[in-house]
């Protein structure tokens, strides 16, 4: 199905028609065939949706906001769906990104979700390394020079092509392969700390994660645990960002537990 939202036309995969509702979240530059596989599980016991987010999913195809957004639009956006399709008090399920959304929706909105699943999850600010600190200080020392060759205006418009040739050489994978304003977009997301929002979960949530994860180490993880009243961790050996995907049998028989398993 599709909404209509701040102007843009969101795309939204519902699978089933009975049970509790379920909101599907994908992180950064997914899409929600990346949470095919645990929707499907669900559909027979559940009523499920999962979001294309606005300048990520259908492959990187969706629809880009029409402003700079950030996790609140993102936000608002999920709680809306729920609204929409009337999923409340609706289940979570997210990953990375997706969970930055679940934590501020649980945190602002407590009365719209009932339990959540958090995997691989984003939300607490990570201390750089000292030569990402240095890195970042170059790129900052050359992009100051840029700026003032394009003041000057003597260059025409070579100091466009040495801006992107800085994003090209010293930014993120995920921040080279987006366009101009979604890198807008991306600062205001990656700058927000969540931390502050934890405590304020009432959710009960499940926090499962890969031992190897470097895009969200563990020790995000088990500050979550922490910080989230009730909420557990579970680990997996081996896996990475994406232990959802890599141990699915394991992520389909904890999901199907906490979610299903004695609730009326």
């Known amino acids: 199905m599709q909404l209509e939202w701040k102007g843009i036309r969101v795309y939204i995969t519902r699978e089933g028609r009975t049970g509790r509702g379920v909101l599907l979240l994908h992180g950064w530059m997914c899409s929600s065939d990346m949470m095919e596989g645990i929707q499907k ?21 969706a629809p880009e906001p029409k402003e700079v957004w950030g996790v609140p639009e993102y936000m608002e956006l999920a709680a809306e769906v729920i ?24 945190a602002t909105y407590p009365e719209l979700v009932g339990r959540m699943v958090l995997t691989g999850a984003a939300g607490l600010r990570r201390e750089k390394t000292k030569a990402e600190t240095n890195r970042q200080k170059l790129y900052q020392l050359l992009k100051n020079g840029v700026n003032a ?7 025409g418009d070579l100091p466009s092509h040495w801006h992107e040739s800085l994003i090209q050489r010293y930014g993120s994978t995920d921040y080279k392969a987006l366009s101009p304003e979604m890198r807008k977009t991306f600062n205001q997301i990656v700058n927000q700390d969540l931390a502050e929002e934890l405590p304020l979960i009432q959710a009960p949530t499940v926090l499962f994660w890969g031992e190897n994860d470097t895009e969200t180490p563990l020790w995000m993880g088990r500050k979550m645990e922490q910080l989230i009243p009730d909420s557990g961790l579970i680990v997996e ?10 141990r699915s049998a394991v992520f389909e028989s904890v999901v199907k537990s906490f979610l299903l398993e004695g609730r009326d």
């Open 83 to 106: 609204r929409v399709l009337d999923l409340a008090p609706c289940d979570i399920i997210a990953h990375s990104f997706g969970a930055r959304v679940a934590i501020l929706l649980a």
């Open 149 to 155: 060759a394009e003041k000057i205006k003597i260059f």
């Open 41 to 61: 599980a669900l559909s027979g016991q559940m009523r499920t949706a999962a979001i294309d987010f606005p300048g990520h999913g259908l492959k990187g195809q």
């Open 237 to 246: 050996e081996g896996a990475g960002h994406f232990a959802y995907l890599e």
